[in-house]
């Protein structure tokens, strides 16, 4: 029997997710925390950035707008373009450790900005098989047709794929299209759970 193919959301998992406090103060605390990811979340401007067909200017503007910050769009992209920039110690010697052994990777809500200052940074790209960048794929998650566009692409069964994610959204729908889903927040949770699926 083939081993399976583990794959794994970044921010949240690997990626520290930082900007939140910026974001809040921006609104002038308006906003609660669960408040600004429910907007984030379901912001055109969000998942047209994250799905490659939006420009940065475009996508900066609209974000002031919709937030009603207290920025200018260029002073938002210059502090956007580091939110990305914090790796979980660990995170490289566990990909190492899992990329000898199984089929990795990882499908991640990101864009043009933050991806490549995670591949200039960390080299993130290099330690998974395959990449399913949001922007580059013009997908998103949760939406089921994402999961079953990566499954395809995979050439793998979908029961024999391992998905790790911290949004409970995705962890859904990526159970309904046939994956081992499990949600897991931090590489502390991540070793955690893979230890106990006996996959370290």
């Given at each position: 029997?083939?081993?399976?193919?583990?794959?794994?959301?970044?921010?949240?998992?690997?990626?520290?997710?930082?900007?939140?406090?910026?974001?809040?103060?921006?609104?002038?605390?308006?906003?609660?925390?669960?408040?600004?990811?429910?907007?984030?979340?379901?912001?055109?401007?969000?998942?047209?950035?994250?799905?490659?067909?939006?420009d940065?200017?475009?996508?900066?503007?609209?974000i002031?707008?919709?937030?009603?910050?207290?920025?200018?769009?260029?002073?938002?992209?210059?502090?956007?373009?580091?939110?990305?920039?914090?790796?979980?110690?660990?995170?490289?010697?566990?990909?190492?450790?899992?990329?000898?052994?199984?089929?990795?990777?990882?499908?991640?809500?990101?864009?043009?900005?933050?991806?490549?200052?995670?591949?200039?940074?960390?080299?993130i790209?290099?330690?998974f098989?395959?990449?399913?960048?949001?922007?580059?794929?013009?997908?998103?998650k949760?939406?089921?047709?994402?999961?079953?566009?990566?499954?395809?692409?995979?050439?793998?069964?979908?029961?024999?794929?391992?998905?790790?994610?911290?949004?409970?959204?995705?962890?859904?729908?990526?159970?309904?299209?046939?994956?081992?889903?499990?949600?897991?927040?931090?590489?502390?949770e991540?070793?955690?759970?893979?230890?106990?699926?006996?996959?370290?």
């Amino acid at each position: 029997m083939n081993s399976p193919t583990l794959m794994f959301d970044l921010g949240g998992v690997f990626i520290e997710l930082t900007g939140v406090t910026k974001m809040l103060e921006w609104t002038q605390n308006r906003l609660s925390v669960d408040d600004l990811w429910d907007i984030w979340f379901a912001s055109d401007h969000v998942k047209g950035f994250e799905t490659g067909q939006m420009d940065d200017l475009t996508f900066a503007r609209g974000i002031v707008d919709e937030f009603d910050l207290a920025i200018n769009s260029h002073e938002f992209l210059f502090h956007f373009s580091s939110w990305s920039n914090h790796l979980f110690p660990g995170s490289r010697k566990l990909l190492s450790h899992l990329k000898e052994n199984y089929t990795l990777a990882c499908l991640s809500n990101t864009n043009a900005i933050h991806w490549k200052n995670m591949c200039d940074k960390f080299n993130i790209d290099r330690y998974f098989h395959f990449n399913f960048p949001s922007h580059m794929i013009g997908k998103v998650k949760p939406e089921l047709d994402t999961f079953t566009f990566v499954i395809d692409q995979l050439a793998t069964p979908p029961d024999q794929i391992y998905f790790f994610d911290d949004n409970p959204d995705n962890i859904q729908n990526a159970a309904k299209a046939g994956l081992k889903a499990f949600r897991v927040v931090g590489i502390q949770e991540l070793n955690e759970t893979l230890s106990r699926l006996s996959l370290v």
